[in-house]
């Protein structure tokens, strides 16, 4: 193997080196920029060179908690997926890895976390330790006939009566449609009495940049009201289900489940190898919402494993832990205190 080393480089050069290349969308410097312009991140392009050519990048973002600074790609609490790979193209995972290695040990980094990709060799030979990451995704080298009796028998039942009920399916092209969207984000988070997954100026700026993001946006209709919608990305092979809302009336009449078999029909189409699921196979956020990975469960999606590698310094490792059990317990008290609040109803 040849060997490699990584140092930080221009974003003109990173966005250059992209376009040749498969990649995700959320490698993408104009994605990468939003995330800069809305979230307390720095992002820092690196690229990773053998023989004095440019043969790979990484998007890695910076963010500091206190006195403690994180360094991912990506990272957590931030509008790029987990499952996200830490280098473009992933062809050079191998190459890139062992270049990774050596410079997080010369820049003395307290913390850092990357994604691998699904590998036969399993664990990755890198950092301090590795966890699993089940992604949840649908692939599409199937017939559209296998892939409907791929749907659980009760979802395609679902979808049937969704469009018996009168569930139409659009797209949608208008900047104004934020306005619609926020609506919907309010009737869906208010209902779980929990925060939305992204603020507001998030789906402006993505509606805004839709040209140059791969954002996609279909929505549910019945009897001219919108009761539903997907925010989809696209880039390289695959499509992603990045974010849903839906109105009580919306949920009422299943129009998520008739919203995501119109998008398995249009990515097979359009020839899309997978739909990614932009979601763990234990659920929602960190887990907390298992009902939405039963519902993409039920669409066909399969856990993908993935390994998230660590590089951290003994106090650090110390904080991860402490940190992990604290959002454990809250977890677990917010979840009792809605039970609670159910059963007073």
């Known amino acids: 193997m040849s060997t490699a080393e990584i140092r930080e480089i221009s974003r003109t050069e990173y966005a250059d080196f992209l376009v040749s290349i498969t990649h995700s969308p959320f490698q993408r410097m104009e994605w990468l920029a939003l995330v800069e312009r809305l979230y307390p991140i720095r992002v820092i392009p690196l690229g990773c060179f053998s023989e004095n050519r440019l043969q790979a990048v990484i998007p890695l973002l910076r963010r500091r908690y206190g006195p403690a600074i994180l360094f991912g790609a990506p990272l957590r609490k931030c509008p790029v997926p987990p499952a996200t790979l830490f280098c473009a193209p992933p062809t050079k995972v191998d190459l890139v890895s062992q ?5 997080v040990r010369r820049q003395g980094v307290g913390y850092m976390q990357a994604t691998y990709p699904p590998s036969p060799a399993g664990v990755p030979d890198a950092g301090d330790m590795a ?3 089940e992604n949840l995704e649908l692939k599409l080298s199937r017939p559209l006939a296998e892939l409907w009796q791929l749907l659980s028998k009760k979802t395609r039942y679902t979808v049937r009566r969704a469009v018996k009920d009168g569930v139409k399916l659009h797209w949608a092209f208008d900047a104004d449609f934020i306005q619609t969207q926020l609506k919907l984000l309010h009737d869906t988070y208010a209902r779980q009495g929990v925060q939305p997954n992204y603020p507001p100026a998030l789906y402006r700026a993505l509606l805004e940049k839709r040209s140059v993001t791969g954002l996609r946006i279909m929505y549910a209709t019945v009897a001219g009201r919108i009761i539903a919608a997907a925010w989809l990305l696209a880039g390289g092979d695959r499509c992603y289900y990045w974010d849903a809302v839906t109105s009580e009336e919306g949920r009422r009449l299943s ?3 008739a919203l995501v078999w119109c998008l398995i029909r249009w990515a097979k189409r359009h020839r899309f190898e997978t ?3 932009v979601g763990t196979a234990r659920g ?5 919402r298992p009902g939405i990975g039963h519902f993409k469960r039920s669409m066909g999606a399969l856990p ?3 390994h998230i590698v660590y590089w951290y310094s003994p ?5 991860l832990s402490v940190y992990r059990s604290w959002s454990y317990l809250k977890q677990r008290l917010a979840l009792l ?3 609670r609040d159910g059963g007073n109803h």
Do not use: C, M, P, Q
């Open 99 to 103: 270049a990774l290695e050596t410079w």
């Open 131 to 133: 966890e699993k990451l």
């Open 255 to 257: 129009a998520n489940h």
């Open 275 to 277: 739909i990614d699921f």
């Open 284 to 288: 929602g956020r960190g887990g907390s």
């Open 304 to 306: 993908v494993e993935y």
């Open 315 to 319: 106090i650090y490792r110390l904080a």
């Open 337 to 339: 205190g809605r039970t």
